[in-house]
């Protein structure tokens, strides 16, 4: 009986380790397909947003004759540097590539030092009326441009005829808009400043007031300190929308400071004034040089740019 019993188990403990190996089998199978078919959506997705810049880049460098050669999609037959050499003529770099660039930079410091001081308010201090700021801010961000250009001009008009100052098309307007927080897209930084200062416990403000810390150390110890990531992100976020901003620059500044974005968006009838012809090759070429500085810019700090994109909330998470 005890040896059938020990024949029994061992049969038992074989059916069993079978068992277990094929569960095991179909599970790694399961996640390898799974694994498979994230990396497949992944891959999708990602060259959706890569094709634009990759035919921009293949373009760029074909001649006229490749254009219109129906065998040639992406490697250029007869490629060439001369394309970047005309649209940067056109474009007038470096001198419209610098004045993008401190111009962009000044307008973005300016912002991000503004939603970051309102948001902290918005976000920490109790007051007659915030509600109802609050609101203004969300009626801001969804009112369009464009409607309220008309009474933005008709404003600086009136001060400049008060204080004898010219001030449409110069750099002033803008940058006044920067200060007060009328800059472009305030409205989406001021909130999220205001979300992620409202993940940091009010505990730590209790904290350094006991300490006799006031509002200004409170801000700069606690909420700054703490938001160097979201302030990065924010700055980007300004940077890029200042840059690609052409309607209302084009309208305050005119012709007072010359940029790349408005040298592009008049890039066909520069080209024609020159004497050259316009084709593909030449608007890809253009377009690669007024979005090369964002994206080595994004190059540089991607990893803190994505951190505080987490630290932000923005996903929704």
């Known amino acids: ?31 390898i397909v799974s694994k498979i078919a994230i990396y497949f959506v992944l891959i999708c997705i990602g060259f959706i947003f890569l094709e634009p810049i990759l035919e ?14 129906p065998s040639i999609t992406w490697i250029a037959k007869h490629a060439t540097l001369d394309n970047f050499k005309n649209a940067a003529s056109t474009l007038s770099v470096p001198g419209s590539l ?55 001009i008709i404003v600086f008009t009136t001060v400049e005829n008060i204080i004898g100052f010219k001030l449409i098309n110069t750099v002033v307007p803008q940058i006044l808009m920067s200060v007060l927080g009328q800059g472009a897209y305030s409205t989406m930084l001021i909130l999220i400043f205001y979300n992620f200062f409202n993940m940091i416990p009010k505990s730590l403000d209790e904290a350094a007031m006991m300490d006799g810390a006031g509002s200004l150390k409170v801000f700069y110890h606690v909420a700054i ?13 300004s940077f890029v929308f200042n840059w690609n901003e ?41 377009t690669l040089i007024a979005i090369a500085p964002l994206l080595l810019l994004y190059a540089c700090v991607q990893k803190q740019f994505i951190e505080g994109i987490e630290n932000t909330g923005i996903t929704g998470e």
């Open 98 to 152: 610098l004045n993008s660039v401190w111009f962009s930079a000044l307008l973005a410091i300016c912002q991000t030092a503004v939603s970051a001081t309102t948001a902290f308010a918005m976000s920490r201090y109790t007051f007659k009326g915030r509600n109802f700021w609050f609101v203004m801010l969300i009626i801001a961000f969804i009112i369009p441009i464009p409607l309220v250009t008309i009474p933005r």
């Open 225 to 237: 300190r703490l938001s160097i990531s979201t302030i990065l992100v924010v700055f980007l976020f």
């Open 246 to 286: 052409t309607y209302t620059t084009n309208l305050m500044t005119g012709d007072s400071l010359t940029l790349l974005p408005g040298k592009l968006a008049m890039f066909d009838n520069g080209m024609a004034s020159a004497g050259n012809s316009v084709n593909e090759a030449n608007r890809m070429a253009a």
């Open 1 to 31: 009986m005890a040896n059938k019993n020990s024949t029994a188990k061992k049969l038992d403990l074989s059916v069993l380790k079978k068992f277990n190996f094929a569960k095991f089998k179909r599970f790694k199978g399961v996640q």
């Open 56 to 69: 921009m880049l293949s373009k760029s460098i074909m001649q006229a004759k490749d254009l219109i050669d």
